[in-house]
C-alpha cells in the first residue's frame, strides 16, 4: 500500500490580511505562504499613514524584514509551524476577462495566483514528487469583490477570520491621547527620550 502523500496548500495572502492583522503570515500552519511584491509595495504605501492601517502595515513590513534577514525570502524561509514562505514576482494574465483593468492591484493579485495554480509544483519540498503533487492553492483577502472575482476564474478564495490572529499579545489595541506635564516634551526634545514615570496618566491605563 502506498503511503499518502502530503498535500499542502499554497496561500496566496492579500495585502489587506495583514492591515488588520500584522503576522498573519505565521498563520497557516505547515502550508506554503505566497506574498507577491505588489503585496510588498501595497503595504509599504500604507505604512505611512497614521492610522491603526497604516501601523499594522509597518508591523508586517518589520515582520518580512525579519524573515528576509534568515535567508533568501525569494527562494523560500522554512517557518517554525513546518509552512514556508516566500516573496514571488508579480504577474499580468493576458486569459482574465478583457474588461478587468490588468493595472489594478487586484488583478495582479489573481494573475499571481492564476500563475501559482499552473505551475504549483515548484514549491515542493521533494523534486521526487515534482509534477505529481497539485497543491490547492488558496488567495486569502477581506475583500469580497477578490473572492467573486476569483470564484468567475476558478480559483479557491477565502476570508481571513478572526480566530486564525496569532501571537495575539502583539496586536494593536488602539491608541490613546495623553496630557503630560509641562516640561516633559521640552525635556524629550532635549534628552531624546524620557523614562514613563513623567507621565502619571500612563499609570492608569490598563497592561
Given at each position: 500500500?502506498?503511503?499518502k502523500l502530503n498535500m499542502k496548500k499554497i496561500y496566496v495572502v492579500d495585502a489587506n490580511v495583514f492591515l488588520q492583522?500584522?503576522?498573519?503570515?505565521f498563520a497557516?500552519?505547515?502550508?506554503?505562504?505566497?506574498?507577491?511584491?505588489?503585496t510588498i509595495d501595497k503595504l509599504y504605501e500604507k505604512s505611512t499613514q497614521l492610522n491603526n492601517s497604516g501601523r499594522n502595515a509597518n508591523e508586517a513590513c518589520r515582520a518580512f524584514e525579519e524573515l528576509r534577514k534568515l535567508g533568501n525570502i525569494f527562494a523560500g524561509i522554512h517557518l517554525p509551524s513546518g509552512g514556508?514562505?516566500?516573496?514571488t514576482n508579480s504577474f499580468c494574465d493576458e486569459d482574465f476577462p478583457k474588461q478587468w483593468d490588468k493595472n489594478t492591484y487586484e488583478t495582479n493579485l489573481l494573475a499571481t495566483a492564476n500563475f501559482l495554480r499552473k505551475y504549483n509544483s515548484s514549491f515542493s519540498d521533494s523534486k521526487k514528487h515534482k509534477n505529481q503533487i497539485e497543491?490547492?492553492?488558496i488567495i486569502v483577502t477581506k475583500s469580497i469583490s477578490t473572492r467573486i472575482k476569483a470564484d468567475t476564474i476558478g480559483i479557491c478564495s477565502e476570508d481571513y477570520l478572526n480566530e486564525q490572529v496569532v501571537n495575539?499579545?502583539?496586536?494593536?489595541?488602539g491608541r490613546k491621547r495623553l496630557t503630560v506635564p509641562v516640561g516633559v516634551v521640552d525635556k524629550f526634545y532635549?534628552?531624546?527620550?524620557?523614562?514613563?514615570?513623567?507621565?502619571?496618566?500612563?499609570n492608569s491605563l490598563p497592561v
Open positions: 500500500m502506498k503511503a492583522s500584522p503576522y498573519a503570515m497557516f500552519e505547515d502550508n506554503y505562504v505566497y506574498i507577491s511584491e505588489s514556508m514562505i516566500k516573496i497543491n490547492k492553492v495575539i499579545k502583539n496586536q494593536f489595541t532635549q534628552k531624546k527620550s524620557i523614562t514613563l514615570d513623567c507621565i502619571p496618566e500612563l
